[in-house]
Antibody
Framework: QEQVVESGGGVVQPGRSLRLSCAASGFVFSNYGMHWVRQAPGRGLEWVAVIWQDGSNKYYAESVKGRFTISRDNSKNSLDLQMNSLRAEDTAVYYCARDIRVAAILEVNFDLWGQGTLVTVSS | QSILTQPPSVSAAPGQRVTISCSGSRFNIGNNYVSWYQQLPGTAPKLLIY???KRPSGIPDRFSGSRSGTSATLDITGVQTGDEADYYC???????????FGGGTKLTVL
């Protein structure tokens, strides 16, 4: 069945880096834009970044711009989020999510979510 | 402070109808599709409504969505105890060049 599974979370000190991954299966990964969404403990959802199906365009939330980089490898059905210069306020569960339709452009319609991976930024 | 404004909480007795609002601007709700998500405690969000008013397969027709101008609404009829969850609206903001979510609304079934 269609699924996405995040990994790579953990405890990291402020200022350090961490790389999250999302493994996709059960669908043609290269047809869909993919997003990262995060949720701080006890807080609401926050959109983080999107990458188009072919990797040609990327957009970021202002809160992570210049520090986080979204990328994908369609040959490996994988999505990554490189997080640098981490701050305490980046502590959250990070979800990868799929656009509902093939070649969607600049939408928030996510029909497939992973279970999330927890990132804790603390000294 | 979220770009999209939702009431923090709503409540309803079993079998009643509840409405959750989501207010934005012409840069987001006014010109882009709105989606709605249900998040049960300890789980990932689940898509309830996309493209303002469409339901994915498997979502009961008790859930419906609409959009008017710069606001959107999620309606739940025949509320059940299993509907107790947090609900989020989401859309793209063309001015920010970013996705945005509402702050979330906690539904309590009395």
């Amino acid at each position: 069945q269609e699924q996405v599974v995040e990994s790579g979370g953990g405890v990291v000190q402020p200022g350090r880096s961490l790389r999250l991954s999302c493994a996709a299966s059960g669908f043609v990964f290269s047809n869909y834009g993919m997003h990262w969404v995060r949720q701080a403990p006890g807080r609401g959802l926050e959109w983080v970044a999107v990458i188009w199906q072919d990797g040609s365009n990327k957009y970021y939330a202002e809160s992570v711009k210049g520090r986080f980089t979204i990328s994908r490898d369609n040959s490996k059905n994988s999505l990554d989020l490189q997080m640098n210069s981490l701050r305490a306020e980046d502590t959250a569960v990070y979800y990868c999510a799929r656009d509902i339709r093939v070649a969607a452009i600049l939408e928030v319609n996510f029909d497939l979510w992973g279970q999330g991976t927890l990132v804790t930024v603390s000294s | 402070q979220s770009i999209l404004t939702q009431p923090p909480s709503v409540s309803a007795a079993p079998g009643q109808r509840v409405t959750i609002s989501c207010s934005g601007s012409r840069f987001n709700i006014g010109n882009n599709y709105v989606s709605w998500y249900q998040q049960l405690p300890g789980t990932a969000p689940k898509l309830l409504i996309y493209d303002n008013n469409k339901r994915p397969s498997g979502i009961p027709d008790r859930f419906s969505g609409s959009r008017s101008g710069t606001s959107a609404t999620l309606d739940i009829t025949g509320v059940q105890t299993g509907d107790e969850a947090d609900y989020y609206c989401g859309t793209w903001d063309s001015s920010l060049g970013a996705g945005v979510f509402g702050g979330g609304t906690k539904l309590t079934v009395l």
